[in-house]
């Protein structure tokens, strides 16, 4: 985790800079925050004073409860698990609360991720106890201004369910003494609850956003409608990295509704009064594209690439400069050199579509003295960024509500959907929302990097992993963003530096390749393809010496209690080796984002097509804020992974990308899906991330799984293109 946090730091750095220079006053003064609906009891009046006791924090003097919310909710549970955090030592019902999506500012900016970012797995870790500590402090100012009120000593006085009340039974509400509250210092040192003491912590409460989600009164990206608001629809070349040429706009400007045509850096922008009229005018446009560099790229000159880069170690095939690093433990060439027995394999990832369920979008409202987007977005400051260079503004001069994210999975980590709308909305001079189609988004996204990975081992006399070498060859997500970075810890070869396994000899190497398109985050990044080479690979080794892979696992995690523990659990709740006739199971181990999970696949193949039958997973997470929202995250990742294992691929054509939806590019139907068996191992320890933790060992899992029913081993993925009898 540590060294992903790094990476993001380093994709949002050079950005960063230059914003944080033209931001440095905001977080001195609150932007306005698009608020959700309230949970509870429908919108209040805005005459209502509050007063803000920390950048975390509103009292209404009707009682009324605001926390803001740093982290974007796109469905992993922030906007409860975060709010619990608070409450807990703020002494007040979550479900009271309303939640605001905090604004752009230096307050909310993640020291782990170096920005204002929600990515990596770490919105709790981050938030453990600086919201506890937000609520204590709060609690504190309250109980000292009740004391100051009733001239008793704030020992004699506690603070429960959203009042303090004093050992002479005085009592005021939380909105009573908001405004006295409000002119108190904040106290430096506050004591913070023993986990004997959490009354929310821990437990499964529902989510606080289910109402609003179930009534449709939630706001997403999509759902955003302001005054006098236009809509747009944009055109992209077919060929990635193409140009515009040039646009006959007659047709469109001819039918109904159409307002403008606009040619942008990234494309078309026909702006009309419906979203419909928009698309169907768009589709009008007769446009000449420029093809680019791309126009005979396929998956086989991809590979073609990879393949011939990876013949030269440490060095860049687009230059003679050295842009690979060795991380040695132990002097693995040597080990090898000496091994009684080697074994060697490739493994390949393709290229993966995100494939969130809403498609990008943002709305712009862009005036001469300012500018407001409307948006799902995991990155903020570079969402304010990238508005200010499209509207010719300062950053301070763009606000950024955050609706609610329909899908993130590090799509959102890019903002390449905001400057369109934004020229969009200047030209015109109203608010306009942009909104990418779903063959748009899938043809123009910003897809998981392709990785050939190279695993070679050795194994001494005694059978015992001797040496252990990976070589990564794959395109860079954080250079896209830095070409200046120098940095060879790329985020593509993050996991394995946390290689779990004890091995006296190790050795990883990274050589980055170019593929000519843009590559980006996708749900988990590096651990996803590392953890597929580390598994599979480990699992082949153990197969090699007639082992059962689970036993030699263990051997390999001697002395890590935490890992044998969730083997041992793993092992027991999945029936390991005793599996149904006809049933076959694999195994795959994670530790990941300060977590360690295990996954067992039980499959079998019908008709020669494998059939999922049962996931068992086990994780230790470290203390659990929510135990239900970290059980419904690892079933959507399990979900997701599933997926990506079994079908996932982006093949190109011709600089064109071939699928286009969801019938071409599948997801896991409902008879598809087998049955999930999750289980979190209770734990003191700090919390662990979760929201990406359960997408890597899927794919492992499942090919060891298949290997023990058909004795064939899938190094490539999808799973869909190997036949298996």
Known sequence: MRRRSREVR?????????????????????????????????????????????????????????????????????????????????????????IVAAPVGEPYVNPLNGGQVTG??????????????????????????????????????????????????????????????????VPREVALKSAAEFRLIGKPLTRLDTPSKV????????????????????????????????????????????????????????????????????????????????????????????????????????????????????????????????????YELPLLAHATMEPMNCTADVRSDGCDIYLGTQAQQLAQAAAAEAAGLAASQVNVHTTLLGGGFGRRLDVDFVPAAVAASKAVGAPVKLIWTREDDMTHDLYRPPAREAVTAGLDEHGKLSA????????????????????????????????????????????????????????????????????????????????????????????????????????????????????????????????????????????GRPRIHKITCVIDCGQTVNPRIVASQLEGGIVYGLTAALWGDITLRGGRVQQRNFNDARALRMNEMPLLDVHVIPSAERPGGIGEVAVPPVAPALCNALFAATGKRLRTLPVAAHKLT
């Open 10 to 98: 380093e994709v949002i750095d050079h950005s960063r800079r230059r914003l944080l220079k033209r931001t440095a006053h905001v977080g001195g003064g609150l932007v306005l925050a698009l608020a959700l609906p309230a949970l509870r009891g429908g919108s209040r009046a805005a005459t209502i004073s509050s007063r803000q006791l920390n950048a975390w924090l509103r009292i209404g003097s009707d009682d009324s409860i605001t926390i803001l919310v740093d982290r974007s909710e796109m469905g992993q549970g922030v906007y409860t698990a975060l709010p619990m955090l608070l409450a807990e030592e703020l002494e007040v019902d979550p479900f009271r609360v309303r």
């Open 120 to 185: 990596t797995s770490n919105s709790v870790p981050e938030a453990w106890e600086k919201l506890r500590k937000a609520g204590a402090q709060a609690r504190t100012m309250l109980i000292t201004a009740a004391a100051r009120r009733w001239r008793v000593d704030p020992s004699s006085c506690r603070a429960s369910d959203g009042r303090v009340t004093s050992a002479a039974g005085k009592s005021a509400s939380y909105g009573e003494l908001a405004a006295a509250a409000a002119q108190l210092p």
């Open 215 to 346: 009534n449709g009164t939630a706001e997403f990206g999509i759902d955003v409608k302001l005054s006098r608001m236009l809509y747009a629809s944009i055109a992209f070349c077919p060929e990635l990295g193409g140009t515009l040429a040039s646009v006959d706009p007659a047709a469109a400007l001819a039918m109904p509704g159409v307002r403008r045509v606009l040619p942008t850096a990234s494309g078309v922008v026909v702006v009309a009064e419906h979203f419909w009229q928009a698309k169907k005018a768009r589709d009008a446009l007769r446009i000449v594209w420029t093809p680019g560099p791309n126009a005979h790229l396929d998956n086989a000159a991809i590979w073609s690439q990879l393949n011939a880069a990876a013949t030269k170690p440490g060095m860049s095939a687009l230059s003679s400069e050295n842009v690979a690093a060795r991380l040695k433990g132990g002097h693995a060439a040597d080990a090898l050199q000496r091994a009684a027995r080697t074994f060697s394999a490739v």
């Open 468 to 607: 252990w070498t990976l070589h990564i060859t794959s395109p860079s997500i954080t250079a896209r963003y830095d070409p200046t970075n120098k940095d060879p810890f790329d985020s593509v070869i993050e996991y394995v530096q946390n290689f779990p396994y004890g091995v006296s000899n190790f050795d990883l190497s990274y050589t980055r390749q170019e593929i000519g398109i843009d590559v980006g985050y996708w749900r988990s990044v590096s651990h996803t393809p590392n953890c597929f080479a580390i598994e599979s690979s480990i699992d082949e080794i153990a197969h090699l010496q007639s082992k059962d892979p689970l036993e030699f696992r263990r051997e390999l995690l001697a002395g890590k209690p935490r890992h044998l523990q969730v083997l041992t659990v793993v092992a027991e709740r999945s029936g390991w080796g005793h599996a149904p006739q006809g049933h076959f199971q694999g195994i795959a181990f994670m530790e990941g984002y300060s977590s360690h999970i295990a996954q067992v696949a039980e499959v079998s193949i019908e008709a």
